[in-house]
């Protein structure tokens, strides 16, 4: 059974997302992966996507709404964190989606080799057209070397380079953002790069997928 699996915190910030919201809990709720708390903290959405929520977490009591007015991203981020609860954490935006085995692949991962960060790489979906394009710089594995575990020691003028400062692309030990006091900023745009490039400097252990 899942229970002996480590619980994953899955926090999503939404904002009038009602035309991907559906989507992108379902990307989360297809996981192949099932033992996660679904923290969603909504930022005083004005549109559908909160009635979207509500009946969601009608239905699956993994789910857990926070509301709050409109802070930004960065203050709901913080938010869901204090709610948090599991081994790990990550990150995902109300637009965004997982593949199904993401959740699976990156916790055990992370468990194997006492990870503080789990890398993963990822692509954009043009909605319009249906076509993916390739986003390289989201892992950038050839600035990483032979190491499957690595810091800022092995690689230290590449460290900032090998992941863009977006917060989704990565799993987190909830310890290690407790233990370094971690916090979003509160601002209304990039308020997610100090947060992830100070992650990167102080992790003793980065490893990918």
Known sequence: GHMNQPLVSVLIANYNHEDTITETLQSVLNQTYKNMQIIVIDDGSTDESLCIL?????????IKILHQRNLYAGVARNNGLKQAN?????FLDSDDLFERG?????????KKVNADIVLFGGEC???DNGEHKE????????????KS???????PEKIFNITTPCPWTKLYSRKF?????????ELQHTND????????????????I
Do not use: C
């Not at 575990?149 to 690689?155: A, C, E, M, P």
């Open 54 to 62: 509500e009946e969601y977490s009608k239905r699956d009591d993994r």
């Open 86 to 90: 599991g081994e790990f954490v990550i």
């Open 102 to 110: 993401l959740l699976e692949k990156t916790y055990k991962q992370g």
């Open 125 to 127: 979906f043009n909605v």
């Open 135 to 146: 986003r390289p710089d989201f892992l950038r594995k050839e600035y990483i070397g032979d």
């Open 149 to 155: 575990v690595f810091s800022r020691k092995d690689i």
């Open 177 to 185: 953002i407790e233990r370094e006091k971690l916090q979003f900023q």
């Open 193 to 208: 790069a100090f947060f992830v490039l100070l992650s990167l400097a102080l992790a003793n252990k980065i490893t990918y």
